[in-house]
């Protein structure tokens, strides 16, 4: 498999809720970026967890590495309509020139 | 920060054709970064650039594909010879040592090879 792979491929919950998504990677990083793209739109860069980071919070986004697991979780809290989005991990392998991407949450807020 | 503007949003071409596609420069900005998403699948790393010069680039950016800076200008992508399979969003992304190491995507140019 590849290097970030997301889980679950798709996700729907209700307005409020709260939305978890995973993220898993095989090899060392130096950090690891939440990315959000609206359907056939950019990526919009959410959050940045350093690889020495255990938790990062952005508004209504929690992040959390685990280093040892090769994981981060993104969790979405109280959850709206217009947070209807692919949600993407990329992670920087040993240098910084790329990142790799995993496949992506489709996630699906029903208001 | 600002983003990342691309132009062309959308281009149809013939097979076979070539096609630039281009980032509005922003001169504080010293990595340039091309990607590409072909419909329903997951972005892939094509090519970084930095100080004028490819950094790395991926086993999809072959002899096809070329980017350049001329003159501090535009930074472009170009696809030579275009197939069907070349049908894809393309994303401009650029860092800055301002930035980390987070990296800012465009919109990105549909680009539809027919």
């Known amino acids: 498999s590849q290097q970030g792979e997301e889980d679950p491929q798709a996700l729907s919950i209700q307005e409020g809720e709260n939305a978890t998504m995973n993220c898993s990677y095989k090899?060392?990083?130096?950090?690891l970026q939440w990315y959000r793209q609206n359907s056939g739109r950019g990526l919009v860069h959410l959050i940045l967890?350093?690889?020495?980071?255990r938790e990062k919070h952005s508004g209504r986004l929690r992040v959390t590495l685990d280093t040892s697991k090769k994981s981060s979780s993104l969790l979405i809290t109280a959850s709206r309509a217009a947070d209807t989005a692919s949600y993407f991990c990329a992670t920087d392998a040993s240098r910084a020139d790329k990142l790799i991407f995993g496949t992506g949450t489709r996630l699906q807020v029903f208001p | 920060e600002p983003e990342v503007t691309q132009t062309p949003s959308h281009q149809v071409t013939q097979m076979g054709q070539e096609v630039i596609l281009r980032c509005v420069p922003i001169?504080?900005?010293?990595?340039f970064y091309w990607y590409r998403q072909i419909l329903g699948q997951k972005v892939e790393f094509l090519v970084s650039f930095y100080n004028n010069e490819i950094s790395e680039k991926s086993e999809i950016f072959d002899d096809q594909f070329s980017v350049e800076r001329p003159d501090g200008s535009n930074f472009t992508l170009k696809i030579r010879s275009t197939k069907l399979e070349d049908s894809a969003m393309y994303f401009c992304?650029?860092?800055?040592?301002?930035?980390?190491?987070?990296?800012?995507f465009g919109e990105g140019s549909w680009l539809t090879v027919v």
């Open positions: 001169s504080n900005h010293l990595y």
């Open positions: 090899t060392s990083i130096n950090n």
């Open positions: 967890i350093r690889s020495n980071e």
């Open positions: 992304a650029r860092a800055s040592p301002l930035s980390g190491n987070t990296i800012y």
